[in-house]
């Protein structure tokens, strides 16, 4: 299983005029009315013909692919839609899949396809999951069936992507009249509650700002701020830009009441998700979340300013589930009467 910026990649290879474009052409709008970003990249060795009308490019995207490449020996070239769905074009690391047509020997799964016509010819690539033709299971025109094997395949890709957690520390807290981080929780500190739970549900955690730790956690993994944010977004940001590839389970340090069976709800990705987290009547709760690399790469590099990561969220569309809404577990700290609740 191969990634490219966190997104899965699957090929189309074949011979000539095996049929790959027409396939890929009509499962990509089947993928797409399941709500996922899809992305096109040829590999052309017999030299550009820039993205014509009629031309296999030009028709996957018409077919609803987000982002368009290909490339030779010699040239390459990138397709992307605009309109106010997007305010600056859309990188493969916005999109939930990459099909691929042709570089047989990339170090991807691929699926392949045999003559159109009917009769079967030899294998001349690696890392082969499927056949359509020939002796494998599908037709050329099952492509329903067809779009249906990429989306397990999807599936199966999900549960290898990379889930890293970020407890956000921050700095001083003059409310709370010392770090949050510090804060009693039992017998442990705040940041070792929150610590210990959230890294049971991700391949690696990490400390995410500046904000002073106790002694236990000396050791623990830490990222600092990224430079020119504020607030939590700066902690967002910088997880993001430390593992592109990953998505993120990102919760704030002073949640005392959040245990393994809350948080884990919030680790079960689908394909297509962007936001896992738990909205109110008042609205978005961000800071109890998983992000995709999807929609963290948007963030930091559409956010234009805005240093609100609920209003940054709105502005992207995102609605939250109200069914992970939990008063209790969500409870926070932000005076100190709240450490008598």
């Known amino acids: 299983m191969e990634f490219l910026n966190g997104v899965p990649v699957i090929g189309f290879c074949g011979h000539s005029g095996s049929g790959k474009t027409t396939i890929i052409e009509k499962i990509v709008p089947r993928l797409a009315r399941r709500g996922l970003a899809v992305a096109y990249l040829k590999h052309d060795s017999h030299g550009l013909q820039v993205d014509r009308e009629g031309k296999d490019t030009d028709r996957i995207f018409r077919a609803g692919a987000r982002v368009i490449a290909a490339g030779s020996s010699a040239e390459g070239f990138l397709r992307t839609h605009g309109g106010e769905e997007f305010v600056c074009p859309p990188s493969f690391a916005e999109c939930d899949i990459i099909l691929v047509e042709g570089y047989k020997n990339a170090p991807w799964e691929k699926i392949w396809v045999h003559p159109h016509g009917g009769g079967e010819d030899a294998i001349a690539a690696d890392k082969v999951i499927y056949e359509v033709g020939g002796r494998g299971s599908l037709r050329h025109d099952e492509t329903g069936q067809i779009a249906d094997q990429v989306g397990y395949w999807l599936v199966r890709a999900l549960l290898l992507k990379p889930l890293y957690a970020g407890i956000l520390v921050g700095g001083k807290s003059t409310r709370m009249g010392r770090p949050k981080a510090l804060l009693p929780a039992g017998n442990i500190t705040l ?59 990102i919760f704030a340090v002073d949640m005392p009441n959040i245990d393994d069976g809350y948080v884990g709800r919030f680790a079960r990705r689908e394909p297509a998700f962007r936001f896992m987290g738990p909205r109110s009547e008042e609205g978005l709760e961000p800071l109890a979340a998983c992000y995709s690399s999807q929609l963290l790469a948007r963030m930091a590099r559409e956010h234009g300013g805005e240093m609100s990561i609920t209003r940054l969220l709105e502005k992207f569309g995102i609605k939250g589930d109200s069914r992970l809404y939990d008063p209790v577990r969500l409870i926070n700290l932000n005076t100190p009467a709240d450490l008598s609740k």
């Not at 002694?215 to 600092?224: D, N, S, Y």
């Open 191 to 249: 940041a070792e509650h929150v610590h210990g739970v959230v890294k049971n549900h991700a391949n690696r955690a990490y400390l995410l700002g500046s904000g002073p730790l106790p002694p236990a956690l000396a050791e623990a993994e830490r990222i600092a701020d990224a430079p020119g944010f504020e607030g939590p977004l700066a902690g967002l940001v910088a997880a993001h830009r430390f593992a592109p590839d990953a998505d993120w389970l």
